[in-house]
C-alpha cells in the first residue's frame, strides 16, 4: 500500500482562524479523500479530491468552509476555514489501494483543536 | 437509518478467547466490505474485506459476509491484549470510492 504522510500531526488553533493541512502519497494516484473524527465518533467523509477538478464535496461540507487543492496526483490541501470548537476533529486523508476493490488505506491522521 | 449499524461496546473477551464483531449495512447495492482496526490515537488500518458471500479466513481473523441478510462479521481467534482496539466496519456502495464507516466496536482483551 501507498505510504501517505501529513502535516501538521497536531495543532491547537484559536477560533476564527484557519489551518491547512498537507496530505503528500509516495506514489501518484487518481482520487484522494479528506474525513473528519470527531471526539468517539466514526469516520465522516469530507470530499473527494481529484486532480485537474474541483473537489467534490458530500452533503453537510461545503467549498467555503473546507477549500481542498489537489495541484498534482501525489499532494492534497484541505484547509478548515474561520474555525470554531465545533471543528475540533482528527483530519485524516486517504487512498485507494491497488486491490481492485476500492479498499483505502489511511494517513497518520492531524488532530486539530479549536480553543 | 444509519447506513452502517454496529454496537458500540466495549465487548470484554478473556485472552485466548474468540471475539465476535458484528455490523450490518442498509444499502442491498454495496458490494465490498472492510473491517479497519483503530488503536487509541491512531488511524484506522485495514486488517480484512470480504465481497463474496461466507467466510474469508486471513491467520487469526475470519470474516463472514451474508447479503441475504445485510450482515458481515468479524471472528478474531486467540484474542491477544494487543488485539484491544476500535474496530470499524466499512462498506462501499456500487464500487465507488466513497465509503461508510460504522461507529466502531471497541474491543477489550483482558489478559
Known amino acids: 500500500s501507498a505510504v501517505i504522510s501529513q502535516k501538521p500531526s497536531r495543532d491547537i488553533c484559536q477560533r476564527g482562524t484557519s489551518l491547512t493541512i498537507q496530505c503528500q502519497v509516495d506514489?501518484?494516484?487518481?482520487?484522494m479523500f479528506w474525513y473528519r473524527q470527531q471526539p468517539g465518533q466514526s469516520l465522516t467523509l469530507i470530499a473527494t479530491?481529484?486532480?485537474?477538478?474541483?473537489?467534490?464535496?458530500e452533503s453537510g461540507f461545503v467549498i467555503d468552509k473546507f477549500p481542498i487543492s489537489r495541484p498534482n496526483l501525489t499532494f492534497s490541501t484541505l484547509t478548515v476555514s474561520n474555525m470554531s470548537p465545533e471543528d475540533s476533529s482528527i483530519y485524516l486523508c486517504?487512498?485507494?489501494?491497488?486491490?481492485?476493490?476500492?479498499?483505502?488505506?489511511f494517513g497518520p491522521g492531524t488532530r486539530l483543536t479549536v480553543t | 437509518q444509519k447506513e452502517v449499524e454496529q454496537n458500540s461496546g466495549p465487548l470484554s473477551v478473556p485472552e485466548g478467547a474468540i471475539a465476535s464483531l458484528n455490523c450490518t449495512y442498509s444499502?442491498?447495492?454495496?458490494?465490498?466490505f472492510f473491517w479497519y482496526r483503530q488503536y487509541s490515537g491512531k488511524s484506522p488500518e485495514l486488517i480484512m474485506f470480504?465481497?463474496?458471500?461466507g467466510d474469508k479466513e486471513d491467520g487469526r481473523f475470519t470474516a463472514q459476509l451474508n447479503k441475504a441478510s445485510q450482515y458481515v462479521s468479524l471472528l478474531i481467534r486467540d484474542s491477544q491484549p494487543s488485539d484491544s482496539a476500535t474496530y470499524l466496519c466499512?462498506?462501499?456502495?456500487?464500487?465507488?470510492?466513497?465509503?461508510?464507516f460504522g461507529s466502531g466496536t471497541k474491543l477489550n482483551v483482558k489478559p
Open positions: 444499502d442491498r447495492g454495496s458490494q465490498s
Open positions: 470480504i465481497y463474496s458471500n
Open positions: 506514489s501518484q494516484v487518481t482520487m
Open positions: 466499512a462498506v462501499n456502495l456500487y464500487n465507488f470510492n466513497k465509503f461508510y
Open positions: 479530491a481529484n486532480q485537474g477538478s474541483e473537489a467534490t464535496y
Open positions: 486517504s487512498v485507494p489501494g491497488e486491490g481492485g476493490l476500492n479498499e483505502q488505506y
